[in-house]
């Protein structure tokens, strides 16, 4: 009887402590996407050197990541974590984000140890699916290009659709397209699985509609739609 005693209170306490970790981990994912969004706000509302509204009108994908920092689990490089989204074409409706790192060896110009937030625009489904396999800078619509600036610049339908995908960045106040090298961007398979409570692929969260938004997913949701009219 006494060694039943002594399971049922271990089973309780690995319970108790499966629960904490589990709630201490929705916190910093939530925290992630609240940054998220902030960013994305915060560079929309720029009164003129923001991204071109009619590029965000089109986009197909955003990804962001807040404070990319230099040398944090990336000897010699950035690393960063952050989500992705993806609206679908057809009902116009952005997607639940997914989890995604990003590492690198060259960000462009360099801002020594400051954080860095990082936003990309995925104007094409090409351009988000060689995002999703991690090839990227192969061919002219995955390759990372600098980003136009202003709000009320004009874009072809031809810079659109062989621009490939547009990055920026914002570090100190300042707020530029950025050229990337080296760059790798991932899916965080044990990001989403702890947020969704299963395992996922990025494409079930994104694409396949296998999740349903959360609270905070959502407000980062309303934020994009808000913003890409």
């Not at 992630?32 to 991204?51: R, S």
């Not at 009902?91 to 590492?103: C, E, L, R």
């Not at 990055?167 to 990001?191: C, H, N, P, V």
Request: one cysteine or more; a positive charge.
């Amino acid at each position: 009887m006494k060694k039943i005693r002594v399971l049922l209170s271990a089973i309780l306490i690995f319970a108790a402590l499966f629960y904490a970790n589990s709630t201490l981990a929705d916190e910093e994912l939530n925290s992630l996407i609240n940054d998220c969004a902030i960013v994305f706000e915060e560079v929309t509302e720029m009164p003129e050197k923001g991204i071109p509204e009619n590029l965000l009108k089109d986009a197909t994908g955003i990804a962001i990541f807040p404070s990319t920092i230099k040398g944090a689990f990336f000897l010699g490089g950035r690393y960063g974590e952050g989500v992705v989204s993806y609206r679908d074409s057809k009902t116009k409706k952005w997607s639940p984000p997914a989890f995604f790192t990003v590492k690198g060896l060259s960000f462009g110009w360099q801002v020594g140890g400051q954080a860095i937030d990082l936003i990309f625009v995925i104007p094409t489904e090409r351009g988000f699916e060689g995002m999703l396999a991690n090839k990227l800078n192969i061919g002219t619509n995955t390759a990372l290009v600098a980003g136009p600036i202003g709000r009320n610049m004009e874009m072809g339908a031809d810079i659109m659709l062989k621009g490939g995908i547009f990055t920026y960045s914002r570090a100190k106040g300042l707020f530029a397209g950025m050229g990337l090298k080296g760059l790798s961007i991932d899916e965080d398979k044990g990001a989403n699985a702890l947020y969704y409570g299963k395992e996922l692929s990025a494409r079930d969260i994104l694409i396949n509609s296998k999740v349903k938004a959360t609270p905070k997913g959502k407000e980062l949701i309303d934020t994009f739609t808000k913003h890409t009219k």
